[in-house]
C-alpha cells in the first residue's frame, strides 16, 4: 500500500512563495513519474506539474510555467513544488499524485493520491 502524505500549504498573499512536500510511503519510489494537481472550488481537478523518474524531465501547465518549479529528492521519497509568484487564481487544494503510464496531463493516469493541502493566495 502507497501512501502519499502532502504539506506546506498555507495563506500566502500575492506575489509570495510557498514550498509543497509530498512525502511517499513504501518502496520502489523512484521507479514512478509524479504529479501535482490542484482543484479549486467548483472546478475540475486539473495537471499542474510532473517530473519523471529521476527528475531528469520536468512538466507544466502553461498556467504555472516560469513561477513553478517540480523537483524530487529519491533518498528521501519526496517530492516536492516550489511556488513563487503567487496569484489569487493559484488558491485550491494541491494534491501529489503517482503515475501509472499514460499522459501525464489526465487524472486517470495517476493511480495514489494524496489528502490535499489547502492553498489560499490573498490579493
Known amino acids: 500500500q502507497v501512501q502519499l502524505v502532502e504539506s506546506g500549504g498555507g495563506l500566502v498573499q500575492a506575489g509570495g512563495s510557498l514550498r509543497l512536500s509530498c512525502a511517499a510511503s513504501?518502496?520502489?519510489?523512484?521507479?514512478?513519474?509524479m504529479g501535482w494537481f490542484r482543484q479549486a472550488p467548483g472546478k475540475e481537478r486539473e495537471f499542474v506539474a510532473a517530473i519523471s523518474r529521476s527528475g531528469g524531465s520536468t512538466y507544466y501547465a502553461d498556467s504555472v510555467k516560469g513561477r513553478f518549479t517540480i523537483s524530487r529528492d529519491n533518498a528521501k521519497n519526496t517530492v516536492y513544488l516550489q511556488m513563487n509568484s503567487l496569484k489569487p487564481e493559484d488558491t485550491a487544494v494541491y494534491y501529489c499524485a503517482r503515475t501509472i503510464g499514460g499522459s501525464y496531463y489526465y487524472p486517470s493516469s495517476y493511480d495514489y493520491w494524496g489528502q490535499g493541502t489547502q492553498v489560499t493566495v490573498s490579493s
Open positions: 513504501g518502496r520502489a519510489f523512484s521507479s514512478y513519474h
